[in-house]
């Protein structure tokens, strides 16, 4: 005989959906967002402090905030905060592998300019933990530092490619003035003796050169066989 469905109660199902959803929380970082009511006449762009105040005070919103900045709100892992804030740093490598030193050699490079303040800073194992508003100054911090090396890159950029323009205008430049040099030498000589007598006989000084060239080719190779034949004599 097959057993009958087992029976749900109320409190086991409410028991089910609360853990449900707390493993969803835990799996992920939820953010709400509180609608509020700028005014009761419905005129846009203005804002009455005290009903918005009210409404934020009513939400649990100001408590909220207060709770928040009592304690460590923003916190980030070692190698993630080292891969993102190693520049801050004197002599931080962004390969090492002990991200936790690392991380607190950026701290220290910072509260010792006064970015952040030490005292609201904690290290935990595996984790840093900051109070509010120190995570914004040390996100600050970094897009100071990036604002500062962009232009040292867009100008070391601009100069590659100027300097690389000028070269090829510099060696443009330089055939041009070869050219013209020629053009004109050879215009000159155009009424020179010696150069028409020269550009008669051109091709039979190759010819004679030529000629000359083979005849000790041959003699060299009379010489050699002349060497293998005592050679072999002997």
């Given at each position: 005989r097959k057993k009958g469905a087992a029976f749900v109660t109320v409190g086991a199902q409410?028991?089910?959906?609360?853990?449900?959803?707390l493993n969803t929380?835990?799996?992920?970082?939820?953010?709400?967002?509180?609608?509020i009511i700028p005014n009761h006449k419905k005129i846009p762009g203005k804002i009455d402090d005290m009903i918005v105040?009210?409404?934020?005070?009513?939400?649990?919103?100001?408590?909220?905030?207060?709770i928040s900045r009592l304690g460590y709100p923003n916190r980030m892992l070692y190698k993630e905060f080292h891969k993102r804030y190693y520049m801050l740093g004197d002599n931080v490598?962004?390969?090492?592998?002990?991200?936790?030193?690392?991380?607190?050699?950026?701290?220290?490079?910072?509260?010792?300019?006064d970015v952040v303040d030490s005292g609201r800073i904690q290290y935990g194992t595996t984790k840093v933990f900051f109070r509010v508003g120190q995570m914004v100054a040390v996100e600050e911090a970094r897009e100071r530092y990036i604002a500062g090396i962009v232009p040292v890159i867009q100008a070391?950029?601009?100069?590659?490619?100027?300097r690389r323009i000028y070269e090829?205008?510099?060696?443009?430049?330089?055939?041009?003035?070869?050219i013209q040099d020629s053009v004109r030498l050879y215009i000159e000589l155009q009424d020179c003796p010696w150069f028409k007598l020269f550009t008669k006989v051109r091709g039979s000084l190759n010819?004679?050169?030529?000629?000359?060239?083979i005849e000790n080719t041959k003699a060299a190779v009379e010489e050699i066989n002349q060497e293998i034949l005592q050679t072999v004599q002997e």
């Open positions: 409410y028991k089910e959906q609360l853990d449900s959803l929380l835990g799996k992920t970082t939820p953010h709400f967002v509180r609608c105040l009210d409404q934020l005070a009513c939400n649990g919103v100001l408590e909220g905030i207060k490598s962004s390969t090492t592998s002990d991200s936790r030193s690392a991380t607190i050699k950026i701290l220290e490079k910072l509260s010792s300019i070391c950029a601009r100069g590659y490619i100027g090829k205008k510099r060696d443009r430049i330089a055939a041009a003035e070869k010819f004679y050169t030529t000629v000359m060239d």
